[in-house]
């Protein structure tokens, strides 16, 4: 199974270096395009997508979350850090272990 990204320019550059595809998108429609075309691939097993590209199409999200059994779709925080509301990194792990990280 792979991974795909699909973010702003920075956080899909970055996951290039690491050997992952990554799809950039600036628009709605490119967003709601790329995440259909990952989702439909036999070999894609996890699609990271920006937070801030997933408020663009929540309801796409939703529906494949809810209605296939794969891919696992990941949300994380763009260069801007997380959204307002959202927990960071930092807390999702401190939370997960229990343990002051850093």
Partial sequence: M????IADEDTARG???????AHVVATAEQA???????????DCGI???AEKVA??????IEVIRLERDRPLIV????????LSGR???REFVQEAVGVSVG
């Fill in 15 to 21: 996951f290039r270096l690491a050997g992952v595809t």
């Fill in 47 to 49: 699609i990271i997508i």
């Fill in 32 to 42: 709601r395009s790329a995440v259909e075309e990952a989702a439909s691939r036999p």
């Fill in 75 to 82: 949300e994380i925080p763009g260069p801007e850090g997380p």
């Fill in 87 to 89: 927990k960071s990194l």
């Fill in 2 to 5: 792979k991974f795909y990204c």
């Fill in 55 to 60: 408020v663009w199409i929540r309801p796409q």
